[in-house]
């Protein structure tokens, strides 16, 4: 068996058909890969769902766990997989129809770990952006860390949907995912980097990746979002460290790029307005949201606001940057829709 592709499923019901069948129409008649689907305790019709999976098709496996999280789910995944190589995708996006042609295609470099691009999709619109490397290329474990940072700024390193494993390498390293209950892709991915000897970074495209879908892991706020978030940068800033690295105004922009995102999601939530500010001076009491005035970043209306404690202003900003852009693509779609 080459490659195993692994689904965690948790209630995603709705979305579930769409992924499983960009998969299994390019499955179905192949010897050499297996679909495995771990539903973690699902309580809407995820189960019955994988279940007819495996009864339909020969190459599909369903486990059935009670519920422990998304990263436990991917573990046991891991633990059943018969592929030489892993794939891990999520169970609200899906692949385009030559994903598993190119991955198989891949393999054939024999690198520990291959990286592709992928497209970023508006739940709303279907509006498609990509992301993809200009060249595709091998590097030795020396020319990854040397390019490292520049390859950190492309945004294609934080998740594990555009890449492959070897499942050897990850049993060897005794790398599995923890159960952080945001961020997993991030903490995984660093600790592969730091044990990798080779990467195979691919220029093609191979993957939708639906971005704020309501109810999705990423669209949420959760308390505890921005010290999650900076552990991560702590790991990042380890891990360049021991690259012998040094990018302390890449390190600054991210920490600047957590604190806005994490405030976007607050002024995003159902909270009322009043605690909506309680949060809001909450994550900017911290001695690194301070020290980050002394850094030097394009300029931004959103940062300005939220340094400045407007937050007033702010909220209404992010409001009506929310609301105007989807009005737009709303519009654009139509557009598009109707020249079809």
């Known amino acids: 068996m080459k490659l195993s592709i692994i689904i965690p499923v948790y209630n995603v019901a709705e979305y579930l058909e769409k992924c499983v069948t960009s998969i299994v129409e390019q499955i179905r008649t192949r010897n050499d890969t297996e679909l495995i689907l771990v539903d973690d305790g699902s309580r809407d019709r995820s189960p019955q769902m994988c279940d007819k999976y495996s009864e339909l098709y020969k190459n599909v496996k369903t486990i059935h766990q009670k519920n422990a999280g998304s990263g436990r789910a991917r573990n046991t995944g891991i633990e059943s997989a018969r592929g030489t190589y892993l794939y891990f995708v999520d169970p609200d996006d899906y692949l385009t129809p030559k994903t598993v042609a190119e991955i198989l ?3 054939e470099k024999r690198t520990a770990l291959c990286i592709f691009g992928y497209w970023d999709v508006d739940y709303v619109t279907n509006k498609k952006g990509k992301k993809a490397f200009s060249t595709s290329r091998v590097l030795s474990k020396a020319s990854f860390r040397k390019s490292f940072a520049s390859l950190f700024k492309t945004e294609m390193l934080y998740t594990v949907w555009n890449k492959v494993y070897s499942r050897q390498f990850l049993i060897e390293n005794k790398l599995f995912f923890g159960n952080a209950s945001m961020g997993q892709d991030v903490r995984f991915n660093l600790a592969v980097y730091e044990k990798v000897e080779s990467v195979y970074l691919s220029s093609e495209c191979l993957y939708y990746y639906v971005q704020d879908r309501n109810g999705s892991s990423t669209s949420r706020y959760r308390e505890n979002s ?3 978030k900076s552990e991560e940068l ?11 690295l040094d990018e302390p105004a890449l390190i600054a922009l991210l920490h600047r790029n957590i604190f806005l995102d994490v405030s976007r999601h607050i002024i995003a939530c159902g909270l009322p307005r009043r605690d909506k500010i309680k949060e809001l001076r909450k994550i900017c009491a911290s001695q690194a949201f301070t020290e980050l005035g002394k850094a030097k970043f394009k300029p931004s209306i959103s940062w300005l606001l939220l340094y400045k404690g407007q937050y007033n202003f702010l909220i209404l900003y992010v409001k009506a940057r929310l609301y105007l852009q989807s009005k737009l693509d709303g519009l654009l779609y139509s557009i598009d829709s109707k020249s079809m």
């Open 226 to 228: 921005l010290q999650l």
């Open 105 to 107: 295609k891949m393999l």
């Open 234 to 244: 702590f790991m990042l800033q380890a891990l360049l460290n021991k690259f012998g």
